[in-house]
Nanobody, 115 residues
Framework: QVQLVESGGGLEQLGGSLRLSCAAS????????MGWYRQATGKQRELVAE???????YYADSVKGRFTVSRDNAKNTVYLQMNSLKPEDTAVYYC?????????WGKGTLITVSS
């Protein structure tokens, strides 16, 4: 079993910054891509950014140039640095990890951006 624990959510103002962290533990041999999804109220969950074990990255168009995903393989941790936050970034952010072909999710952390 794999556990993902997120931290760093909260309330921020328009234009502000937040940093999310997600630490993986448990049976994580073969930990591959890690990333972040988000789900706003009334909307489907969407991929925000992800990073492979080789550090290749993907970003949704809506966050390119504002968000940066990174990982520390020694700590089995993925980060999401979010700058220039907008109200439309308000959502529950979920950590995601792929381990030996299986997908695991964190419980989610709420980000609220006020205008």
């Amino acid at each position: 079993q794999v556990q993902l624990v997120e931290s760093g959510g909260g309330l921020e103002q328009l234009g502000g910054s937040l940093r999310l962290s997600c630490a993986a533990s448990g049976s994580i041999f073969g930990l591959n891509t890690m990333g972040w999804y988000r789900q706003a109220t009334g909307k489907q969950r969407e991929l925000v950014a992800e990073i492979s074990s080789g550090s290749s990255t993907y970003y949704a168009d809506s966050v390119k140039g504002r968000f940066t995903v990174s990982r520390d393989n020694a700590k089995n941790t993925v980060y999401l640095q979010m700058n220039s936050l907008k109200p439309e970034d308000t959502a529950v952010y979920y950590c995601n990890a792929r381990v030996r072909g299986l997908v695991y999710w964190g419980k989610g952390t709420l980000i609220t951006v006020s205008s």
